[in-house]
């Protein structure tokens, strides 16, 4: 009995060790070209599902049956794939793998572009608005401040100058239609939002100099949108910190119709200026695009805007530093009064057009502009020059002294009322290589303007400027205009074109202006 108990114990030995032989524990480490362990390696066993991945530090283990030959494979994301063969292994065999970063060469590419143009105007593609944020709110004029001798003072402004002009020396129109903007103005905390809906722009045309005659006589650049037509129903809407708007639009075989809102408000960034107080800036604006169409060469459009801006402001105090190290100083300023500001405007236009045939088509043009325009503030400020104290232990500087004090307050009662009426018949006929393009526009402008303006300043007890006599005002400014004009203006122009064999166009161009 002990004998065969005996033999069983020797058969069990030699089957566990015949087993143990039949595997192979495959182990070892994966690091790339700078001797950094590759982390989620996957190891695998050729034409099998066997496999592993490596751990944080690289490394791997595998326990795979005994074979004539072992085909081990190492792959990761962005690495070239690498294969081992293990000839005839046993017991416990040691694999390290580096990997190479995978690099694929993209072949030669050639990008071409044929564009007809056919005006001196630079095309806008309207789709970037929405990919570039500004604090006016996406507005067409920030756009324009990127491009080359176009350049804004005023990030919260939708003024701009071309080529060193002034911001009023630049036309804008919308459908064929030249377009105002408020006249008291005078910096973006005030201003309000841009006339153009972001959200109604189909196409965009920019010239900053040698426009077409058709575009007026103003001298620095012309911006010449067209709003577009839905094809069905379509809207979108934003809305952050700053405002929110929302558009609208909707088409059938005869009527198209499109709605803006806008709301804005900067009361958020202006309370990162440097003068403290209330900013309660509310800017709102409704515009519609109605199009009918009576028959496929009769369509009549309406184009219409409503703007109010509202502008309150309660300042509080102002400080500022400024110097050296050894030498600084320290202007505060604590404030008294308000301002108000509004700016109401009210715009419509009405077209008539009729193609005639595919060659000539006319347009008849009647538009009305009103502006309501109301500054008034009253501002006193006592302000203190003190020398500052760097040097002191806390790290706090403090003052050590008064170099001056004095009080200053300004006024202002500031009112404009402007009516503007236009009628405009234009048209456009092409003939062989000729387009003739021709036009009469009649205006009439009444405006009221009135601008009372002072500053008192007092300085240590004397007013500035000091005479002896009585005190006097630092500046003042009295106006009282009224003002009724009468245009009257014609225009006629023809582009001739050349065609190339190259299939690019080149154009001259004749403008006379009457």
């Not at 491009?147 to 939708?158: D, F, I, K, Q």
């Not at 005078?186 to 900053?208: A, C, H, K, T, Y």
């Not at 020059?385 to 003052?399: I, K, R, S």
């Amino acid at each position: 009995m002990k004998i065969k108990l005996y033999i069983f114990f020797i058969f069990l030995f030699i089957g566990s060790t015949v087993l143990a032989q039949s595997r192979i524990k495959i182990s070892g480490k994966v690091i790339d070209a700078d001797n950094q362990g590759l982390e989620l390696v996957n190891v695998r066993i050729g034409g099998t599902t066997q496999g592993t991945l490596t751990d944080l530090k690289g490394e791997y283990e595998l326990t795979v049956a005994s074979q004539d030959s072992i085909e081990i494979i190492f792959s990761c994301l962005g690495y070239r794939t690498e294969k081992r063969v293990l000839a005839a292994p046993q017991g416990n065999v040691v694999l390290n793998m580096r990997l190479y970063t995978k690099d694929k060469k993209l072949g030669e590419v050639v990008v071409t572009e044929i564009r007809k143009q056919t005006s001196t105007l630079q095309k806008i593609d309207a789709k970037d608005l929405r990919l570039m944020p500004d604090a006016s709110g996406g507005s067409i004029e920030s756009m324009l401040s990127t491009l080359a001798g176009v350049n804004s003072s005023n990030e919260l402004s939708s003024q701009y100058s071309v080529r060193g002009g002034n911001f009023d020396e630049n036309i804008v129109y919308v459908n064929g239609i030249e377009i105002y903007r408020p006249l008291l103005v005078r910096s973006g905390q005030q201003e309000g939002l841009s006339f153009i809906n972001p959200d109604m722009v189909g196409s965009i045309g920019f010239s900053s100099g040698g426009y077409s005659a058709e575009y007026g006589d103003k001298m620095s650049s012309v911006l010449d949108i067209t709003y577009k037509q839905p094809e069905a129903f379509e809207g979108a809407v934003s809305a952050s910190f700053l405002g929110a708007s929302a558009m609208i639009g909707h088409s059938t075989k005869r009527f198209s119709q499109l709605h803006g809102f806008r709301y804005k408000t900067n009361s958020t960034l202006l309370s990162s200026l440097d003068t403290k107080g209330e900013y309660d800036p509310s800017f709102f604006d409704y515009q519609t695009y109605l199009t009918y169409k009576f028959s496929p060469n009769w369509n009549i459009s309406l184009l219409g805007n409503i703007s109010n801006n509202i502008y309150n402001f309660t300042p509080q105090e102002r400080t500022t530093k400024y110097g050296t190290y050894t030498s600084a100083s320290q202007f505060k300023v604590y404030f008294d009064g308000q301002e108000k500001d509004k700016f109401q405007t009210f715009f419509g236009a009405l077209s008539l057009n009729y193609g005639v045939s595919k060659y000539t088509a006319l347009s008849l043009l009647a538009s009305a502009f009103a502006t309501n325009e109301i500054v008034t503030y009253d501002i006193t400020g006592e302000y203190w020059l003190d020398e500052l104290d760097m040097a002191n232990n806390g790290g706090v500087p403090q003052t050590s002294g008064t170099l001056g004090y004095g009080t200053y307050h300004e006024h202002a009662r500031n009112r404009l009322n402007a009516s503007v009426f236009a009628i405009a018949a234009k048209g456009a006929t092409r003939f062989g290589k000729n387009e003739l393009k021709y036009g009469v526009n009649f205006q009439r402008e009444i405006i009221k303007d009135r601008v009372r303006e002072w500053e008192l300043r007092d300085s240590a007890g004397y007013s500035l400027p000091h005479t002896g006599n009585g005190i006097d005002l630092v500046s003042s400014l009295s106006s009282y205009q009224n003002m009724q004009s009468n245009r009257f203006s014609f225009y006629a122009q023809d582009t001739y074109k050349l065609r190339a064999k190259s299939e690019s166009e080149s154009f001259g161009r004749l403008h006379s202006e009457f």
